[in-house]
């Protein structure tokens, strides 16, 4: 009985003991516990910030990747635009400087009107700010006379290239002066202006004639042939070869090649400084 209770007291004590051990391990085990899930969950926040952190970077990145492209994009445009006034400006500066030396020619269209590359003709003609001279024959007019107002109204100069297109110099006197005058009147009854300037048919003038008309004749110093080609590059070519300052070109208002040939020209011309005048201003001024 002591036995057992000595026994029980050992067993209270080791109870209490082994109790305070259970504990002391418990406790133990739970600090181990908690703090290595303290660290878990340090580092696991550490990684989520570092996720966020490195998304919100990736984003600004995107962000600032997409702003600076928008830059360089806007800058790259105003680089062109600035380049291409740049270089609209330095153009006009060499028209203007070129223009400025007094480089001038006249382009003289002969054989129209023609309805469709007389007009066309006109279009590019007012595309270019240009004035020209028509040397009309005058049994081309009737039904083309809304081109000869135009001719007026946009400021190019009309001229006399007979009625029938003919050789003026194998006519009477007053044969060759009824060829010039029926076409003037034609002119006249459009525009209210009689024609002063004549490009005689095949250059077939005869200064006897002289004292007939009240006209001044106008040749020429420049011509392509235009009507012996279809090919404009061709005609091009031999008027830009061929052409200096002060000089008439002659070129027909009556054919596709000719009149694309002729813008091409004027096209180059301006480029190089040329400025285009009326017969009328070419010789009086
Ligand atoms: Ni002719």
Redesign the pocket.
Known sequence: MRQTDFEKREKGKGGWFGFSVDMGARIVKSLLFWGFAAVLLSSSYTDIRGLQKGAWTGKTREVAEVTSAEQEAASAQNNAKNAAKAEQDSKIAEISKATDTGKRVALTF??GPHRVYTKELLDGLAQRGVQATFFV?GKNIPGNEELIARMQQDGHLIGN?TYD?VRISDLSGQEACEQVEKTSALVREITGQDTEFVRP?FGAWNKSMEGSFTMIPVMWDVDPLDWTTKNKAVIEKRVLDNVDNGDIILL?DYYASSVEAALNVVDKLQEQGYEFVTVEKLILD
């Open positions: 002969d054989d024959i290239h297109h048919p027909h």
